[in-house]
Every structure is written in C-alpha cells, then in structure tokens.
C-alpha cells in the first residue's frame, strides 16, 4: 500500500528509494518511474551528471531537458511564473504537465539542461515512487524519457533496460505507467499558451482554466526537437487508420477491432495511452513485417495519441 511507499527498505525492482537518492546525490543516474513514461534522472545542478544523461541517451546536445520538482514552491527557484503559469500549475500539479517559462535570473540547473535557452521546462510529477525520491534526495531532477534517443518511450521496467541496454543505470521499478504517453508540453508566453507537445492533460483541459482566448496556435518553428516529426519512430512501417489489417501486419485493434493486441476493448481512449508503446514495442518485436492501426478517435486524450502514431508512422 501507499503507506510503505519511501520507506528505507522497500525495493522497487532491487532498489531502495534511499540507495536511488544517494546515487544521485553522488551525480550517478537512475531510471525513475513517472505517471507518463520512465525518465532517466539526475541531479539537474551538476553538469557532469546531466552530460551523462545525454550520453546514455545517445541524445543531441540542442534538445534540452525537463526538471522534475516536488511542488510549486521548488519551481519558483528555477523558472519566473506569471498568473498564468501559476494557475496552469496550481490547478494541474501533481501531474503530467510540463510548463516552459523564463529561467529565473539565479537559476540553479547547469546549463545543459535548458541547451542555451532562455527558458526552462518544469514538471512536478504525480507518482508516488518519483515524489518520494524528489523527497528524499531532495534534489531537482532533470530526467528525459529513458530510451535511446529516438526510439519509443519506456511505460515498464523492462522497455528501459531493452531500449538502453549495457548502459541502463539502477531502475526504481514502480510497475506499469499510468497515463502512458508524455506529459503535455505547455510554453507560457505572457498571457498566453502555446501547446508544444500533446499529451495526457488535454487540450480542452487547459482551455476551461486559461481561456481559449489565451492559446496561441503551435508555431510551425521547431523549438523543441522533440517536436521532429520522426521523433517516435519504430523500426517497422506503420499504417494508420486502418479499417482492416493485411497480410504479415502486426494489426493493434480498438474497441470493437481486436487485432493482434487490442489497446482497449472498451474503447477507452485513457487505458488505449496507457497500452499503446507497450503495444508498439511488442509489434515492432513481432516476427511481422510491418504495424497497422485500427482508427481512434480523435477527442480528449485521443488527440495525443494521433500525434505519437503520426510521428510514429513518418
Ligand atoms: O512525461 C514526460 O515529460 C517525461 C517524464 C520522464 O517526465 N519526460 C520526457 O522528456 O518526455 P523528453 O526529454 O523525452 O521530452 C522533453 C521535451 C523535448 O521535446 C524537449 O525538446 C522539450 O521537452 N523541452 C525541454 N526544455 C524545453 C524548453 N526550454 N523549450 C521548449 N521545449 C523544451
Ligand atoms: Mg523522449
């Protein structure tokens, strides 16, 4: 039960919250489970520490990363809050919303982190595993999902030590992922938002706190490289919207289209998030030759999910 959690001798996986907290106050890596994807964390302030995220990862030096916090209070150290960025963090923290906002003047992250920018991406996450570690190190954690730069985002214990391989640090095993998919990416820019990336907060969400007034259409300027269309690619061909499935496909089914795997058979568009990289990454292990995918519908969370298999499919 959640009692136990962040106590000195429960193991996730082989792990202690206390050994993961001393091995990243020591500036060593670990893989840390979050509501939305496994991260690859380390202490945000040093900079060796944060070069070897980027080293692991096999990750291009001008995509910068995000900063994991305990709460508000920890974020205001590293980036400035307008009312907007506040009331988008008061209402949706704990949870999976990242906010990009001006660094603060004495901010604390090593430069790497932000890759040059003048701001910085913030997430206070939800699970409780990854809270109780911020707790204990009590240190703020810079973490990118931990895959190998590219490929598909870990939702389980074993995704990150197939996708890393040798290199895969000590993993905090805190079973499944919740949400599944990564968190939306809000830039605040003054009294307006911009979506950067799609994710389990929706966009609906966010327009019944901030106003559909304030959104500001996504530019077409790549500023987070993460937005690169190929971002999300796995190995095989992937065919959206398929109605039915063809010869030697791996065909990944929803509600009433069961497939090989279906990501819901309830239809559910929050249990499909929660299914889908595990999906892509057992068809993209299947002995077929290439992946379809049933349609989905494109409301609420259905949106971000479209995304990924957009990117996916490029
Ligand atoms: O759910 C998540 O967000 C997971 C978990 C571990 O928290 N993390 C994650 O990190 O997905 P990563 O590195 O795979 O994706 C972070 C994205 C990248 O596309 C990066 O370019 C963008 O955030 N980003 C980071 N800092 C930024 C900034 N200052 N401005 C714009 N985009 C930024
Ligand atoms: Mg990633």
């Not at 003048?118 to 973490?143: D, K, N, W, Y």
């Not at 259409?217 to 063809?246: F, T, W």
Request: aromatic residues 4%.
């Amino acid at each position: 039960s959640n009692d136990h959690i962040g106590s000195a001798e429960r193991r996730y996986g082989t792990v202690t919250i206390a050994e993961a907290a001393q091995r990243l106050q020591e500036g060593g890596l670990v893989a840390v489970p979050t509501e939305t994807v496994y991260g690859l964390a380390a202490d945000s302030t040093n900079g060796t520490a944060v070069a070897e995220i980027y080293r692991t990862k096999g990750r291009p030096d001008f995509n910068p990363l995000i900063v994991h916090v305990s709460n508000l209070e920890a974020a205001l150290t590293l980036g400035q809050f307008n009312d907007l960025a506040r009331e988008l963090a008061e209402t949706f923290w704990p949870g999976p919303l990242t906010l990009v906002v001006p660094k603060t003047g004495d901010c604390p992250a090593a430069p790497a982190v932000t890759a040059g920018l003048e701001t910085i991406a913030i997430r206070c996450p939800a699970h409780p595993v990854m809270r109780a570690l911020l707790e204990a190190s009590g240190l703020f954690l810079a973490a990118p999902s931990a895959n190998r730069s590219g490929g598909i985002s870990p939702t389980r214990r074993d995704h990150v030590s197939e996708s890393l391989g040798d290199a895969a640090p000590i993993i905090l095993d805190g079973g499944p992922c919740e949400s599944g998919l990564e968190s939306t990416i809000v830039a605040i820019r003054g009294n307006g938002y911009e979506i950067l990336r799609h994710g389990p907060v929706t966009a609906e969400q966010l327009f019944e706190v901030a106003g559909v007034a304030a959104m500001i259409q996504q530019s077409s300027d790549i500023e987070a490289p993460g937005q690169l269309a190929s971002h999300y690619a796995p190995i095989k061909s992937l065919r959206l919207n398929a109605e039915q499935s063809e010869q030697r496909e791996f065909y990944i089914g929803f509600g009433d289209i069961h497939g090989d795997r279906c990501l819901s058979v309830d239809g559910d568009l929050a249990e499909a998030a929660s299914n889908l990289f595990a999906v892509l990454h057992e068809a993209d292990a299947s002995d077929r030759t290439s992946i379809a995918v049933a349609p989905i519908p494109h409301q609420g969370i259905g949106a971000a999910i479209n995304d990924r298999l957009q990117r996916a499919a490029h």
